[in-house]
């Protein structure tokens, strides 16, 4: 079963940084796609970027593009979001989901599998 488990939210100001990690388990994630999604309250989950496990190659929402980086660590099974230059309307709970598939998927609907979410907040 696979377990996908997120960590790293918190509060910050605006301009300011933050790394998520989400630890990946149960399953070998060679051919996976690991997604980063966001939800703020009262909206949608929206893509915010995703990795394929192999090769590392990534792609982002154009909201993100620039600020944002997700990379993975082979030898831990995590994969990490690295966040600067936040802006407040960055503030949502952050998921990490990953699907076995090939492509790059980008509708929350394409994904298996969830994390629990962490929330990222930040203050103007």
């Known amino acids: 079963q696979v377990q996908l488990v997120e960590s790293g939210g918190g509060l910050v100001q605006a301009g300011g940084s933050l790394r998520l990690s989400c630890a990946a388990s149960?399953?070998?994630?060679?051919?996976?796609?690991m997604g980063w999604f966001r939800q703020a309250p009262g909206k949608e989950r929206e893509f915010v970027g995703g990795?394929?496990?192999?090769?590392?190659?990534?792609y982002y929402a154009d909201s993100v593009k620039g600020r944002f980086t997700i990379s993975r660590d082979n030898a831990k099974n995590t994969v990490a979001l690295q966040m600067n230059s936040l802006k407040p309307e960055d503030t949502a709970v952050y998921y990490c989901?990953?699907?076995?598939?090939?492509?790059?998927?980008?509708?929350?609907?394409?994904?298996?599998?969830w994390g629990q979410g962490t929330q990222v907040t930040v203050s103007s």
């Open positions: 149960g399953r070998t994630f060679s051919s996976y796609v």
């Open positions: 989901a990953a699907v076995s598939r090939w492509g790059t998927p980008t509708r929350s609907d394409e994904y298996d599998y």
């Open positions: 990795i394929r496990w192999s090769g590392g190659i990534t």
